[in-house]
């Protein structure tokens, strides 16, 4: 258990500031000085941000831009990194690479600065933005879906070189491996090097 002591001063009325800094310092050098981690008196320190200076710290830091896929209209600037991150819902890693490289990203470009060759004078509101993000990562995943090819969506048939009334077909790699009790990297193999499968099975993709 820590005790503490309270020490109560009071200014006397009228003391100008140099008396109240002086009191100030005399304080953070005696009274238990390893616990001061400010050791100046009269430090801003922990001082309220003024909304004046606020509004000051968005513009410095608002340097966060997006534009659609040409670079040729503003859509909105963002206060900062970790702001644009959370409301496009990108990891931040994956945020600095599109900011940096100026590549289109979800058809959208992400740069740490405004173009000057580019129509600035028309950005979005942040309900739109967020709505237009969302449509198009909506879209360009269904179309990575529809165009992606995955050996387990395909049709797999397991012919019998000895007892062909024994072949079947099932429609994944998993479902195969499962079958034959093994794991489905050796069906694919066998699969793409058309060698037979424990002396009697021939894999192949069925159209």
Known sequence: MINFTLHIYLVPVGSDKATVLALE????????PAYNILKIAGSSAGNPISEKNKATLREVRGEKVLYNADSTLLLYVFLSKTHL???????????ARALTSGSVYN?????????????NSRPLSLEAVILLYQEAFTQGRAVRNST????????????????????????????????????????????????????????????
Request: with cysteine; aromatic share 8%.
């Open 85 to 95: 991150s959370q409301l496009l819902n990108m990891c931040l890693r994956t945020l």
């Open 25 to 32: 310092q005399h304080f953070i050098d005696t009274l238990n």
């Open 107 to 119: 058809t959208f470009v992400l740069r740490l600065s405004p173009l000057e060759e580019a129509d």
């Open 148 to 207: 992606k090819a995955h050996p387990a969506q395909v049709i797999i048939q397991a012919t019998h070189t000895i007892d062909p009334s024994k072949t079947f077909t099932l429609n994944s790699l998993r479902k195969m491996a499962a079958h034959f009790n093994c794991d489905r990297s050796t069906v694919q193999s066998y699969l793409l090097s058309g060698k037979v499968f424990r002396g009697e099975w021939i894999f192949s993709k069925v159209n």
